[in-house]
């Protein structure tokens, strides 16, 4: 069993940066792919990126492509999620997620398990 916490949201104002955190226990964090999704309020939750164990292998969806960046570090068992130039539009709540796989996925159902999620707000 694996355990997700997140951390790092917060209050921002468009055009600024936020960096997400997010620390796993409980089972081998560098065999698996990890990623981020978002949901925001009266939205289903959408894919926001993903990154191979080895961290070399980063997908992201295109709304967030050059904004956003994703990073690991293993050892720590941790993955970022680094945003600049947030858009009103990033307002969320952004979970972090580890995928039953090292493949690298956008799937929702090959991540199978989830932080609580945190808050992210950009006021324009």
């Known amino acids: 069993q694996v355990q997700l916490v997140e951390s790092g949201g917060g209050l921002v104002q468009a055009g600024g940066s936020l960096r997400l955190s997010c620390a796993a226990s409980g089972r081998t964090f560098s065999s698996y792919t990890m990623g981020w999704f978002r949901q925001a309020p009266g939205k289903e939750r959408e894919f926001v990126g993903a990154?191979?164990?080895?961290?070399?292998?980063?997908l992201y969806t295109d709304s967030v492509k050059g904004r956003f960046t994703l990073s690991r570090v293993n050892a720590e068992k941790t993955v970022y999620l680094q945003m600049n130039s947030l858009k009103p539009e990033d307002t969320a709540a952004y979970y972090c997620?580890?995928?039953?796989?090292?493949?690298?996925?956008?799937?929702?159902?090959?991540?199978?398990?989830w932080g609580q999620g945190t808050q992210v707000t950009v006021s324009s």
């Open positions: 997620a580890l995928a039953a796989t090292p493949a690298l996925t956008r799937r929702t159902a090959d991540f199978t398990s």
């Open positions: 990154i191979d164990p080895t961290g070399a292998i980063r």
